[in-house]
């Protein structure tokens, strides 16, 4: 099979997934946080195998910023309770979690700023191997929306 068509049907499976979860974040932006480092991790299993050089490229810059972004929401402190209705409480007994959120909040910002270069830039490098990459990306923002 043609690594374009296996590229795309890995990223079908994807945006499934995080379409899915997306749907979950009205009611549990906590509880969809902790659910991110799991889904970008999966981007490394995506096939690159066969792909042009600049769509590889591309992908693997979203995907390398993908898990850092991971790997910071990761941090979100265990104890943070997925109730929206319990967080107010939580952080008034728990003062220094919100010192931690800040801080998370302002390593976010770049890795934000990058995921939207990335996806810029893979959705024009798959565009001239006549890919539609859009509805993956427009899940991936809308799943960093619900959990922003």
Do not use: C, W
């Amino acid at each position: 099979m043609d690594s374009k068509v296996i590229f795309m049907q890995a990223l079908e499976v994807l945006t499934a997934e995080v379409n899915a979860m997306s749907r979950d974040k009205t009611a549990n932006p906590i509880g969809l946080m902790k659910k991110i480092p799991a889904m970008m991790a999966k981007l490394e299993s995506v096939p690159l195998k066969g792909l042009p050089e600049d769509l590889s490229a591309a992908f693997t810059r979203l995907a390398k910023n993908a898990n850092a972004t991971g790997a910071l929401i990761s941090a979100i402190p265990a104890g943070l309770p997925s109730d929206p209705a319990a967080i107010r409480p939580y952080m008034q007994a728990h003062p220094e979690i919100m010192e931690i959120m800040k801080e998370l909040e302002s390593k976010l910002a770049p890795l934000n700023t990058e995921a939207e270069a990335a996806g810029k830039a893979l959705e024009t490098v798959a565009a001239k191997h006549g890919l539609d990459v859009n509805p993956f990306i427009k899940a991936v923002r809308q799943l960093g929306a619900g959990a922003g």
